[in-house]
């Protein structure tokens, strides 16, 4: 058997939320421990490179990691003469650099 306890949740911010739900009856303690993570809805940018051709050109683009466990984030490049690393790593609250490149191979 199960039953519901539903929870509503309105946060401010984007983050990383902890709460501790604790349940008592007069025979079991209970406690749940809850944690909610929440981003922005999307998130856009716009980066324009000028460069001669055949002369590269480096982003650094940061990423911040608010959550509470590690990532490792894989990098899809579309486009060409684009490069970067195809895996990023950031920690738990550190925020790393993907250095994305430009490298024209032509005049465009």
Known sequence: ??????????PR?????HCRILLKSSCDVRVYEIECVVNTDHAE???EFLTPAYQAVIQDIPIS???SQNWQLEAILEGHGFYGPPVINVGLGETALYPLMFKPIAEC
């Open 1 to 10: 058997d199960a039953v519901e306890l539903p929870i509503k949740f309105i």
């Open 13 to 17: 911010y984007a983050g990383c939320y």
């Open 45 to 47: 940018a716009e980066l």
């Open 65 to 67: 990691n608010m959550s």
